[in-house]
């Protein structure tokens, strides 16, 4: 029954065509997608993910049931190699560096380069522009920002105007949505991505956090670092094409919603304007049964339980990468009572101690919902973040690169994780912070605590994601589009009215002190002389 009034309850009865373009078709970001596609399904809605041609093969693996989902293919020559270049070049020893400039750099080689370049490709497609004019609704990954800018296209050279845009940030918060949205950011108590700083600053830590964001602010007309990679990330497609000059800088006119995988159960609270919404916590949720092989080894480790270890797809090749870290964190696994899980794609040299089983693959939050997971040491991604949260395991975090530092804050200043410095690696010094969050009930507690909260809501973070795509399209975003959007740095921040302030006061200042210095030498006898 309620089924059938969900078919027919979105324009007089028609189900939606929606298109979803989490970047292309793999990796952590596509995952957080996939829920979201699965309840616009169940709500009776037609969905179709956009990947380019040599990935669909990979979108298919990533989605339990494929069949339930359309796929909208474009061609883009060599895009995979490229990327896995690109990814094998600069992404492992980028991990282990401390110079976040190299960081930028990597990620606007990336924007400039390789996602402008697939985006070229799609706009090369002319018979695949005409199919995307049939589409109700684009969800689109905020890192590739491509749906934008067909949307541009087709509002000026097809007069098609109604394609309701939702984006996505599946990482920590970004100050680049808070901008494009209109939503405030302050420098005084929401910390820059990368800073390492919690919502509680020293006077030092928000002069630094301020200095930071009034750099990228005015110089770069963007919030933080990150950001002014997005920004240009198809910047060359607007003069190609002849689009709306603005989406150089600003989307916001062609975006009705905003999406961050974020929830105030764990993340320091900040005002939102009513255009975003948090959906924190996307790919968490109920764990699914293990298979045999695993289940065995998982009721195998009795009291002591067991430990999960994985630096995520890109860092678990770091037995051949980093060969000396691995043994650091092996023998360490080597001196604790509990067994340990360990994700890389291959056996390190030395053999394994007993108590550790290496698997190339794990399905992490199934593995987390089991009653015998004692904690989970990774690298922090927002993904795994909320899954840990969801099932109440806590974390040990070894933040490399993105916005691994800041999921390690909220972590930490949650109390149901710690951190390791990835500076100071020793097999000893692992030890003691693994040893730590086993052995001290308080992480448990926090994260029981936490995880009550997290999941104490109406709806599930992508039921919730889904039924505000369906509000934008049946009624537009405009009455959540607050007037920030077309305001200025200076307008939103009442700085213009401030220098006029100032300039007034100093002006009534200088009238009154010439005023009383007149009467007062008005005022004064005069001496025999005069």
């Given at each position: 029954m309620s089924i059938a009034f969900l078919l027919f309850s979105f324009r007089?009865?028609?189900?939606?065509?929606?298109?979803?373009?989490?970047?292309?078709?793999?990796?952590?970001?596509?995952?957080?997608?996939?829920?979201?596609?699965?309840?616009?399904?169940?709500?009776?809605?037609?969905?179709?993910?956009?990947?380019?041609?040599?990935?669909?093969?990979?979108?298919?693996?990533?989605?339990?049931?494929?069949?339930?989902?359309?796929?909208?293919?474009?061609?883009?020559?060599?895009?995979?190699?490229?990327?896995?270049?690109?990814?094998?070049?600069?992404?492992?020893?980028?991990?282990?560096?401390?110079?976040?400039?190299?960081?930028?750099?990597?990620?606007?080689?990336?924007?400039?380069?390789?996602?402008?370049?697939?985006?070229?490709?799609?706009?090369?497609?002319?018979?695949?522009?005409?199919?995307?004019?049939?589409?109700?609704?684009?969800?689109?990954?905020?890192?590739?920002?491509?749906?934008?800018?067909?949307?541009?296209?087709?509002?000026?050279?097809?007069?098609?105007?109604?394609?309701?845009?939702?984006?996505?940030?599946?990482?920590?918060?970004?100050?680049?949505?808070?901008?494009?949205?209109?939503?405030?950011?302050?420098?005084?108590?929401?910390?820059?991505?990368?800073?390492?700083?919690?919502?509680?600053?020293?006077?030092?830590?928000?002069?630094?956090?301020?200095?930071?964001?009034?750099?990228?602010?005015?110089?770069?007309?963007?919030?933080?670092?990150?950001?002014?990679?997005?920004?240009?990330?198809?910047?060359?497609?607007?003069?190609?094409?002849?689009?709306?000059?603005?989406?150089?800088?600003?989307?916001?006119?062609?975006?009705?919603?905003?999406?961050?995988?974020?929830?105030?159960?764990?993340?320091?609270?900040?005002?939102?304007?009513?255009?975003?919404?948090?959906?924190?916590?996307?790919?968490?949720?109920?764990?699914?049964?293990?298979?045999?092989?695993?289940?065995?080894?998982?009721?195998?480790?009795?009291?002591?339980?067991?430990?999960?270890?994985?630096?995520?797809?890109?860092?678990?090749?770091?037995?051949?990468?980093?060969?000396?870290?691995?043994?650091?964190?092996?023998?360490?696994?080597?001196?604790?009572?509990?067994?340990?899980?360990?994700?890389?794609?291959?056996?390190?040299?030395?053999?394994?101690?007993?108590?550790?089983?290496?698997?190339?693959?794990?399905?992490?939050?199934?593995?987390?919902?089991?009653?015998?997971?004692?904690?989970?040491?990774?690298?922090?991604?927002?993904?795994?973040?909320?899954?840990?949260?969801?099932?109440?395991?806590?974390?040990?975090?070894?933040?490399?690169?993105?916005?691994?530092?800041?999921?390690?804050?909220?972590?930490?200043?949650?109390?149901?994780?710690?951190?390791?410095?990835?500076?100071?690696?020793?097999?000893?010094?692992?030890?003691?912070?693994?040893?730590?969050?086993?052995?001290?009930?308080?992480?448990?507690?926090?994260?029981?605590?936490?995880?009550?909260?997290?999941?104490?809501?109406?709806?599930?973070?992508?039921?919730?994601?889904?039924?505000?795509?369906?509000?934008?399209?049946?009624?537009?975003?405009?009455?959540?589009?607050?007037?920030?959007?077309?305001?200025?740095?200076?307008?939103?921040?009442?700085?213009?009215?401030?220098?006029?302030?100032?300039?007034?006061?100093?002006?009534?200042?200088?009238?009154?002190?010439?005023?009383?210095?007149?009467?007062?030498?008005?005022?004064?006898?005069?001496?025999?002389?005069?």
């Amino acid at each position: 029954m309620s089924i059938a009034f969900l078919l027919f309850s979105f324009r007089g009865g028609q189900s939606a065509n929606i298109l979803i373009s989490g970047v292309f078709g793999q990796g952590s970001h596509f995952l957080t997608f996939i829920p979201i596609a699965e309840s616009l399904f169940q709500r009776g809605h037609n969905v179709t993910f956009l990947v380019p041609e040599s990935f669909l093969q990979n979108a298919r693996d990533s989605v339990a049931d494929p069949d339930l989902f359309h796929f909208e293919l474009f061609r883009s020559v060599g895009l995979k190699e490229n990327l896995r270049t690109y990814y094998r070049d600069h992404l492992g020893d980028l991990g282990f560096s401390e110079s976040k400039w190299n960081e930028v750099k990597m990620m606007r080689e990336l924007f400039t380069s390789i996602y402008p370049a697939a985006c070229e490709d799609l706009f090369e497609d002319h018979e695949l522009l005409r199919r995307l004019r049939e589409y109700d609704g684009y969800v689109i990954d905020v890192t590739w920002l491509c749906g934008v800018y067909v949307k541009a296209y087709l509002a000026k050279y097809t007069d098609t105007k109604n394609i309701s845009v939702t984006i996505v940030a599946p990482m920590a918060p970004l100050p680049y949505i808070f901008e494009e949205a209109g939503s405030p950011f302050m420098p005084s108590y929401q910390p820059l991505p990368g800073t390492k700083l919690s919502s509680s600053m020293s006077f030092s830590e928000r002069f630094k956090n301020t200095m930071i964001y009034l750099i990228c602010v005015l110089l770069f007309d963007m919030p933080d670092p990150l950001s002014v990679g997005i920004s240009v990330d198809m910047s060359r497609l607007v003069k190609k094409y002849d689009l709306d000059p603005n989406l150089r800088r600003r989307i916001g006119h062609y975006v009705d919603l905003y999406f961050i995988n974020s929830d105030f159960s764990v993340e320091f609270p900040f005002p939102l304007m009513p255009n975003v919404i948090p959906v924190g916590g996307l790919t968490s949720g109920p764990a699914k049964p293990l298979d045999k092989d695993l289940e065995e080894f998982m009721q195998s480790s009795g009291d002591h339980g067991v430990v999960l270890y994985s630096l995520g797809s890109y860092y678990s090749s770091i037995t051949s990468s980093h060969p000396d870290i691995i043994k650091m964190f092996v023998d360490a696994f080597s001196r604790i009572p509990q067994k340990v899980i360990l994700h890389v794609k291959e056996p390190p040299s030395d053999e394994l101690p007993d108590n550790v089983m290496m698997l190339p693959w794990l399905p992490l939050n199934d593995l987390l919902g089991h009653s015998k997971t004692r904690a989970l040491l990774y690298h922090g991604g927002n993904n795994g973040f909320y899954e840990a949260l969801y099932h109440a395991v806590p974390l040990v975090l070894m933040p490399l690169v993105g916005d691994h530092d800041d999921v390690a804050v909220r972590a930490v200043s949650g109390g149901f994780g710690i951190r390791i410095d990835k500076r100071r690696l020793s097999s000893e010094y692992i030890y003691e912070q693994v040893n730590e969050v086993l052995t001290n009930p308080k992480y448990q507690n926090n994260a029981n605590r936490l995880s009550a909260i997290f999941r104490d809501r109406p709806m599930s973070p992508a039921d919730t994601a889904a039924f505000w795509i369906e509000h934008v399209m049946k009624y537009g975003g405009d009455h959540l589009r607050p007037s920030t959007q077309i305001m200025s740095f200076f307008q939103i921040y009442s700085l213009d009215v401030a220098a006029v302030a100032v300039m007034c006061i100093s002006f009534c200042y200088l009238v009154v002190k010439h005023f009383v210095g007149y009467c007062f030498r008005k005022g004064k006898p005069k001496t025999k002389r005069e």
